[in-house]
């Protein structure tokens, strides 16, 4: 706040000290929500890393199940028990409140289907297609589980990125000038008080000087 802005009264000394007082409150109150987002934040980097690792071995699983249905029943049939499939996975994204922040809670259906109702003949397919259906039905749970956690993640690390930068404004700069402002009124007022004192002290000299 530049000096030639600031009016050094006993009111502006008042406001500048409501002003400061405010602004450590909202410093305090950020400073908490930043700890507690970053609290928040290691806690889902647990929850991220179990299910890196879990859609990582998922998806070995499938490729493996998928390896030896194509090679006991052929890639045409595996094929055919593919396009065979007419119940389609269905995602719906809700939304739920963590630290204030809103984060994305995704639900799946349809997902993990019974052997009879995915659309290929069970008799003539052999139980090495339906465990590679089954293992990527189960790789798809675990992605959309991950996908949920990780965007989770992203928004936690972007509002601690934001709140950081707030509460190193106020820290830094806002405090510092308001508290600054503060201290030059108060150097102001003591100024003009003095000489408001030496000018009454001239006063009663001349006053006493004239009485004689």
């Known amino acids: 706040m530049p000096k030639a802005d600031i009016k050094p009264t006993r009111s502006e000394l008042i406001e500048v000290k409501r002003k400061i007082k405010l602004t450590q409150a909202g410093y305090k109150i950020l400073k908490m929500k930043r700890d507690g987002l970053i609290l928040e934040f ?26 030896v249905a194509k090679a006991v029943d052929g890639v045409i049939a595996v094929k055919s028990a593919a396009f065979a499939l007419k119940v389609h996975p269905e995602i719906q994204l809700r939304s739920k ?22 659309g290929y003949g069970v008799i003539g397919t052999s139980t090495y ?6 293992a990527y039905e189960i790789l798809m749970e675990t992605i959309i589980e991950a ?21 190193n404004a106020l820290e830094y700069k806002v405090i510092p000038e308001l ?14 008080e003095r000489e408001n004192i030496f ?7 001349k006053m006493a000087a004239l009485a004689k």
């Open 199 to 205: 000018r009454l002290k001239r006063i009663k000299q």
């Open 129 to 134: 297609i339906n465990e590679a259906a089954r």
């Open 97 to 118: 409140n963590v630290m204030g922040l809103v984060v994305p809670e995704i639900e799946s259906s349809s997902i993990k289907t019974p052997a009879d109702k995915r």
């Open 42 to 67: 290691f806690k889902i980097l647990e929850e991220a890393k179990e299910i890196r690792a879990k859609v990582n071995q998922d998806n070995e699983s499938a490729k493996q199940k998928i390896a």
């Open 147 to 167: 996908a949920e956690i990780e965007t989770t993640m992203k928004r936690l690390l972007d509002e601690i990125e934001k709140t950081k930068r707030r509460v």
């Open 179 to 192: 508290q600054e402002a503060e201290a030059f009124i108060r150097m102001r007022l003591e100024e003009m």
